[in-house]
C-alpha cells in the first residue's frame, strides 16, 4: 500500500457524497473507516449537547446529520454482509458491531439532548413547524422515553436491571426452544411408513439420519432409509401433510405442541417471570400495561380498537373455519376414515383436499414468468397507477456483484426522484437466503442540498441458466411486488427529514400497508397475464392455471384466520388482562382463548406457548396483532381500487395518484391514521380483507 492510497479520503467508506462505491469497499476498509466515523460522531456528539440550542436548526438539524457518516460509513457494511459476505468481511463487521451498538445506545440515552427536544416542544418555535417536523421530534423523545432516559434514581437503576433480566431471558428462552426441539427425532425405518411421501421429504429426512447416526452405522439413502423426522417446519410439515401413519403424526404433533415444556428446558416459569418484570417496567414508564406501552409506539390507537379488529375478523371467520373442519372430515370419510378427526390428522386431509381442488406445481408456473417481463409488468403497473417511470440507468454504477442492476425513478417531466439497486438471484455461497428492501440513502437535506432516496431491493430468485432467463415461481413474483412496494415507499417520499422520510418512521403495525397493497396485483387478471409470456412459445398463462393460483389464494382462509387470531388474541391477553401474580395461569389463558377460537378444542397436553418465541424473545409482544392489521390496511386500500373498477382506467389513476401522493409520499412524516384516512376518506375497514379471502359468503 503506498502512502497516497492509505489515506483516509481514498477509504471508499469515508466518501460522504454521492453513491456508496461498492464496487471498491473491501473487508480492510471497514475497521478504520467505522473507527473514525465513530470517532467523529462522538465528537460531535459532545460538541452538540455542550452547545446545542433548543431549536429545529440548533439541534434537530445537526441531530439528523449525526446519521450521515454511519450511513454511509456502516451501512453498505451491513449490505454487503448480506449480500457478499466472506470470512473476512464478518470478522471485520463483528468486531465492529458492539462499537456502533454502544454509539447508538449513547446517543439514544443522551440526557442533554432528550432534554434539548422537550424544551423544544414547550418553546415558542413549536406551533410554526410543520407536522412532519413535529414528528422527527415526538418520535425522538417517544424512544428516548422508552429506553428510560426520563427516568431518575432507585427507578432508572431498577428499570436498567429489568432491561438486563429481561434480555437474558430472552435468550434463554430462545435457546430452550431450539435445544428442546433438536433434541426430539422420529426415526422411521419401515419403507411402508413412506407411502406417499414426496421426494424432497425423504431425501431431508435420510439427510437428517445421516448427519446424527453413530459412526459404523450404514449411511441413509432416501429410497430406502432409515428417515428421521424433526421438529424443523421443513421436516415436521411436509411429514404432517403426507404421512399415511396416523400414530407416527400424533406422536411427531404431541413432540411440535410441547416444544420447551418440561425438564431441563422448560420455559414455563420464565413465562411467568417474562409478563411480571415487563408488567413491572412499563409501570416505571407511567403505562398501565405492557399492551398500552407496544401501542404507544404503534398505529393501533387503543387495545379497544385491536380488540374490534378480532372481533370483526373472527365473527364471520368462525362458520367458516366450521365449514373447513367438516369439508375434511367428509373427505376422510369418503377415503373411509370414520373417526371423527384430530389435531394431528388436519393437515394431512387438508393436503389431500388441496391436491384434489387444484393442484399445480410451480416448475409448471415458472416457463410463464420470465424475469425481464415481469419486471417489464411490474414497471408499468407502477406508471399506470402512479405516474413515475421506471428505467436502468446507463451510468456506470459501481455494484458488489455484475447481476446487480441500479435503475432510475422519473417524475411525470422527467426529472429524477430516486433510485434503486436490484440484486435478483440467488448466490447461496454469499448471500443469505429471502428478500428483503432496505434503505441505501435516506432522502434528507445534506449541505442545503436535497439529497434523493436511493433503496436496495433484494431477492433470491432462481438465476439464469445460459441464454434463458430467471424463470420465476408465482411465489418469487409475489415477493418481488411485495419488496418493490416498500421500495415505492422508500422512493416516492416527499418527506426531506431523514428520520421519517420513505419507511424511516412509519410504525411497524402500518409497515406492510405499500408492500401487501402491491401484492395484491398479482391476483387482478389482467394484470398477472400481462406479464406471463412462456418463455419457449410466448403464450400468456393459460385461464385454467390462473383460476387455480386464485382459489389457492383463498383456501382454508376461514382456518388460517382463526389461527392467527388465537396467536393474536392469546398476545394481547396476556399483555393486557392478564395479572402475572393472580391465580390463572398463561396456560389457562391460552386454553380460554383456543377454546373460542377452534373448531377442536386443544388437547391436554398443549404447551404451545413455551416455544411462542415471536412474543417471549421476538419483538411481538403485544405486537403479533400487527401482522393482521397491516393485511386489514392493504386489503382495504386496494378495496378502494376494487370499489371503482379495476379496470376503470380513469378512476386508477385517480386513486393511484392519491396513493402516491398519501401513503408514498407522506410515510412516516404523518400520523399512519392520518395518512390512511387521507387516502381512504374514514378509518380502516375489516370487510375488504374478509371479501377477499371469501369470508364474507
Ligand atoms: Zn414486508
Given at each position: 500500500?503506498?502512502?497516497?492510497?492509505?489515506?483516509?479520503?481514498?477509504?471508499?467508506?469515508?466518501?460522504r457524497e454521492g453513491l456508496p462505491?461498492?464496487?471498491?469497499?473491501?473487508?480492510?476498509?471497514?475497521?478504520?473507516?467505522?473507527?473514525?466515523?465513530?470517532?467523529?460522531?462522538?465528537?460531535?456528539?459532545?460538541?452538540?449537547?455542550?452547545?446545542?440550542?433548543?431549536?429545529?436548526?440548533?439541534?434537530?438539524?445537526?441531530?439528523?446529520?449525526?446519521?450521515?457518516?454511519?450511513?454511509?460509513?456502516?451501512?453498505?457494511?451491513?449490505?454487503?454482509?448480506?449480500?457478499?459476505?466472506?470470512?473476512?468481511?464478518?470478522?471485520?463487521?463483528?468486531?465492529?458491531?458492539?462499537?456502533?451498538?454502544?454509539?447508538?445506545?449513547?446517543?439514544?440515552?443522551?440526557?442533554?439532548?432528550?432534554?434539548?427536544?422537550v424544551a423544544l416542544k414547550k418553546?415558542?418555535?413549536?406551533?410554526?413547524?410543520?407536522?412532519?417536523?413535529?414528528?422527527?421530534?415526538?418520535?425522538?423523545?417517544?424512544?428516548?422515553?422508552?429506553?428510560?432516559?426520563?427516568?431518575?434514581?432507585?427507578?432508572?437503576?431498577?428499570?436498567?436491571?429489568?432491561?438486563?433480566?429481561?434480555?437474558?431471558?430472552?435468550?434463554?428462552?430462545?435457546?430452550?426452544?431450539?435445544?428442546?426441539?433438536?433434541?426430539?427425532?422420529?426415526?422411521?425405518?419401515?419403507?411402508?411408513?413412506?407411502?406417499?411421501?414426496?421426494?424432497?421429504?425423504?431425501?431431508?429426512?435420510?439427510?437428517?439420519?445421516?448427519?446424527?447416526?453413530?459412526?459404523?452405522?450404514?449411511?441413509?439413502?432416501?429410497?430406502?432409509?432409515?428417515?428421521?423426522?424433526?421438529?424443523?417446519?421443513?421436516?415436521?410439515?411436509?411429514?404432517?401433510?403426507?404421512?399415511?401413519?396416523?400414530?407416527?403424526?400424533?406422536?411427531?404433533?404431541?413432540?411440535?405442541?410441547?416444544?420447551?415444556?418440561?425438564?431441563?428446558?422448560?420455559?414455563?416459569?420464565?413465562?411467568?417471570?417474562?409478563?411480571?418484570?415487563?408488567?413491572?417496567?412499563?409501570?416505571?414508564?407511567?403505562?398501565?400495561?405492557?399492551?398500552?406501552?407496544?401501542?404507544?409506539?404503534?398505529?393501533?390507537?387503543?387495545?379497544?380498537?385491536?380488540?374490534?379488529?378480532?372481533?370483526?375478523?373472527?365473527?364471520?371467520?368462525?362458520?367458516?373455519?366450521?365449514?373447513?373442519?367438516?369439508?375434511?372430515?367428509?373427505?376422510?370419510?369418503?377415503?373411509?376414515?370414520?373417526?371423527?378427526?384430530?389435531?394431528?390428522?388436519?393437515?394431512?386431509?387438508?393436503?389431500?383436499?388441496?391436491?384434489?381442488?387444484?393442484?399445480?406445481?410451480?416448475?409448471?408456473?415458472?416457463?410463464?414468468?420470465?424475469?425481464?417481463?415481469?419486471?417489464?409488468?411490474?414497471?408499468?403497473?407502477?406508471?399506470?397507477?402512479?405516474?413515475?417511470?421506471?428505467?436502468?440507468?446507463?451510468?456506470?454504477?459501481?455494484?458488489?456483484?455484475?447481476?446487480?442492476?441500479?435503475?432510475?425513478?422519473?417524475?411525470?417531466?422527467?426529472?429524477?426522484?430516486?433510485?434503486?439497486?436490484?440484486?435478483?438471484?440467488?448466490?447461496?455461497?454469499?448471500?443469505?437466503?429471502?428478500?428483503?428492501?432496505?434503505?441505501?440513502?435516506?432522502?434528507?437535506?445534506?449541505?442545503?442540498?436535497?439529497?434523493?432516496?436511493?433503496?436496495?431491493?433484494?431477492?433470491?430468485?432462481?438465476?439464469?441458466?445460459?441464454?434463458?432467463?430467471?424463470?420465476?415461481?408465482?411465489?418469487?413474483?409475489?415477493?418481488?411486488?411485495?419488496?418493490?412496494?416498500?421500495?415505492?415507499?422508500?422512493?416516492?417520499?416527499?418527506?426531506?427529514?431523514?428520520?421519517?422520510?420513505?419507511?424511516?418512521?412509519?410504525?411497524?403495525?402500518a409497515i406492510e400497508l405499500a408492500?401487501?397493497?402491491?401484492?395484491?396485483?398479482?391476483?387482478?387478471?389482467?394484470?398477472?397475464?400481462?406479464?406471463?409470456?412462456?418463455?419457449?412459445?410466448?403464450?400468456?398463462?393459460?385461464?385454467?392455471?390462473?383460476?387455480?393460483?386464485?382459489?389457492?389464494?383463498?383456501?382454508?382462509?376461514?382456518?388460517?384466520?382463526?389461527?392467527?387470531?388465537?396467536?393474536?388474541?392469546?398476545?394481547?391477553?396476556?399483555?393486557?388482562?392478564?395479572?402475572?401474580?393472580?391465580?390463572?395461569?398463561?396456560?389457562?389463558?391460552?386454553?380460554?382463548?383456543?377454546?373460542?377460537?377452534?373448531?377442536?378444542?386443544?388437547?391436554?397436553?398443549?404447551?404451545?406457548?413455551?416455544?411462542?418465541?415471536?412474543?417471549?424473545?421476538?419483538?411481538?409482544?403485544?405486537?403479533?396483532?400487527?401482522?393482521?392489521?397491516?393485511?386489514?390496511?392493504?386489503?382495504?386500500?386496494?378495496?378502494?381500487?376494487?370499489?371503482?373498477?379495476?379496470?376503470?382506467?380513469?378512476?386508477?389513476?385517480?386513486?393511484?395518484?392519491?396513493?402516491?401522493?398519501?401513503?408514498?409520499?407522506?410515510?412516516?412524516?404523518?400520523?399512519?391514521?392520518?395518512?390512511?384516512?387521507?387516502?381512504?376518506?374514514?378509518?380502516?375497514?375489516?370487510?375488504?380483507?374478509?371479501?377477499?379471502?371469501?369470508?364474507?359468503?
Amino acid at each position: 500500500m503506498t502512502a497516497q492510497s492509505a489515506r483516509s479520503s481514498d477509504n471508499p467508506l469515508l466518501r460522504r457524497e454521492g453513491l456508496p462505491p461498492f464496487g471498491d469497499i473491501s473487508p480492510g476498509h471497514i475497521v478504520p473507516a467505522v473507527e473514525k466515523t465513530l470517532a467523529d460522531r462522538e465528537r460531535q456528539l459532545e460538541e452538540l449537547e455542550r452547545s446545542l440550542v433548543p431549536t429545529w436548526e440548533g439541534l434537530v438539524e445537526p441531530l439528523m446529520l449525526l446519521g450521515l457518516g454511519l450511513e454511509y460509513g456502516w451501512r453498505p457494511v451491513r449490505h454487503l454482509l448480506n449480500v457478499k459476505n466472506s470470512d473476512a468481511l464478518r470478522e471485520a463487521h463483528e468486531a465492529m458491531l458492539p462499537k456502533v451498538v454502544a454509539s447508538d445506545l449513547r446517543l439514544q440515552q443522551s440526557r442533554p439532548i432528550y432534554e434539548g427536544l422537550v424544551a423544544l416542544k414547550k418553546g415558542a418555535e413549536w406551533d410554526g413547524l410543520s407536522e412532519a417536523q413535529k414528528r422527527v421530534v415526538d418520535l425522538r423523545i417517544r424512544d428516548a422515553e422508552h429506553a428510560g432516559v426520563g427516568l431518575t434514581g432507585n427507578a432508572k437503576e431498577r428499570f436498567i436491571e429489568i432491561e438486563k433480566e429481561l434480555s437474558q431471558l430472552a435468550t434463554t428462552f430462545q435457546n430452550h426452544v431450539l435445544d428442546s426441539k433438536k433434541a426430539y427425532a422420529l426415526v422411521i425405518a419401515d419403507e411402508a411408513d413412506t407411502e406417499g411421501w414426496p421426494q424432497t421429504l425423504k431425501a431431508i429426512s435420510a439427510q437428517s439420519y445421516n448427519q446424527t447416526k453413530s459412526e459404523g452405522d450404514p449411511d441413509a439413502t432416501p429410497e430406502s432409509g432409515p428417515w428421521r423426522i424433526t421438529l424443523d417446519f421443513p421436516s415436521f410439515y411436509p411429514f404432517m401433510q403426507h404421512s399415511r401413519n396416523t400414530g407416527q403424526r400424533k406422536k411427531v404433533y404431541l413432540a411440535y405442541i410441547t416444544v420447551a415444556s418440561s425438564g431441563e428446558w422448560d420455559n414455563s416459569d420464565l413465562i411467568a417471570r417474562i409478563l411480571k418484570l415487563r408488567k413491572e417496567k412499563v409501570a416505571l414508564l407511567g403505562f398501565e400495561t405492557y399492551a398500552d406501552f407496544s401501542l404507544d409506539a404503534k398505529m393501533a390507537p387503543s387495545v379497544a380498537a385491536v380488540e374490534r379488529m378480532f372481533d370483526d375478523l373472527s365473527t364471520p371467520s368462525k362458520p367458516c373455519a366450521v365449514g373447513d373442519f367438516e369439508e375434511l372430515q367428509a373427505l376422510a370419510k369418503e377415503s373411509g376414515v370414520d373417526e371423527p378427526l384430530k389435531h394431528w390428522d388436519l393437515a394431512f386431509w387438508a393436503e389431500r383436499l388441496r391436491e384434489k381442488r387444484f393442484d399445480y406445481t410451480d416448475e409448471q408456473l415458472r416457463p410463464y414468468f420470465p424475469m425481464p417481463r415481469v419486471l417489464d409488468g411490474l414497471f408499468a403497473l407502477t406508471t399506470r397507477l402512479f405516474g413515475v417511470t421506471v428505467e436502468q440507468s446507463r451510468d456506470d454504477v459501481s455494484v458488489w456483484h455484475p447481476d446487480v442492476r441500479y435503475f432510475v425513478v422519473r417524475d411525470e417531466r422527467g426529472g429524477q426522484i430516486s433510485s434503486f439497486y436490484l440484486d435478483a438471484y440467488t448466490r447461496p455461497a454469499e448471500k443469505r437466503g429471502g428478500a428483503w428492501m432496505d434503505d441505501c440513502l435516506a432522502r434528507r437535506i445534506v449541505g442545503g442540498e436535497l439529497r434523493l432516496p436511493v433503496v436496495h431491493v433484494t431477492c433470491n430468485g432462481t438465476p439464469p441458466v445460459g441464454d434463458r432467463p430467471s424463470l420465476m415461481s408465482f411465489g418469487e413474483v409475489e415477493t418481488l411486488f411485495h419488496e418493490f412496494g416498500h421500495a415505492l415507499q422508500g422512493m416516492l417520499t416527499t418527506v426531506d427529514y431523514s428520520d421519517v422520510a420513505g419507511t424511516n418512521g412509519v410504525e411497524w403495525d402500518a409497515i406492510e400497508l405499500a408492500s401487501q397493497f402491491m401484492e395484491n396485483w398479482c391476483y387482478h387478471k389482467p394484470t398477472l397475464l400481462g406479464m406471463t409470456a412462456h418463455v419457449d412459445t410466448g403464450e400468456p398463462l393459460p385461464d385454467d392455471l390462473f383460476e387455480k393460483i386464485r382459489a389457492a389464494r383463498t383456501f382454508r382462509a376461514g382456518s388460517n384466520m382463526m389461527r392467527q387470531l388465537e396467536f393474536g388474541i392469546t398476545d394481547m391477553h396476556l399483555h393486557h388482562e392478564f395479572d402475572p401474580d393472580g391465580e390463572e395461569t398463561a396456560f389457562d389463558v391460552h386454553r380460554r382463548v383456543a377454546e373460542e377460537t377452534s373448531v377442536l378444542p386443544p388437547v391436554d397436553e398443549n404447551r404451545f406457548l413455551c416455544a411462542f418465541n415471536h412474543i417471549f424473545a421476538g419483538p411481538y409482544a403485544a405486537g403479533y396483532y400487527s401482522y393482521k392489521w397491516a393485511e386489514v390496511l392493504s386489503a382495504d386500500a386496494f378495496g378502494a381500487f376494487e370499489e371503482a373498477g379495476l379496470n376503470d382506467e380513469s378512476a386508477v389513476h385517480d386513486l393511484g395518484r392519491r396513493f402516491r401522493d398519501t401513503v408514498l409520499a407522506e410515510g412516516g412524516g404523518r400520523h399512519p391514521m392520518d395518512v390512511f384516512r387521507d387516502f381512504r376518506g374514514r378509518e380502516p375497514s375489516t370487510e375488504a380483507l374478509l371479501r377477499q379471502n371469501g369470508l364474507l359468503d
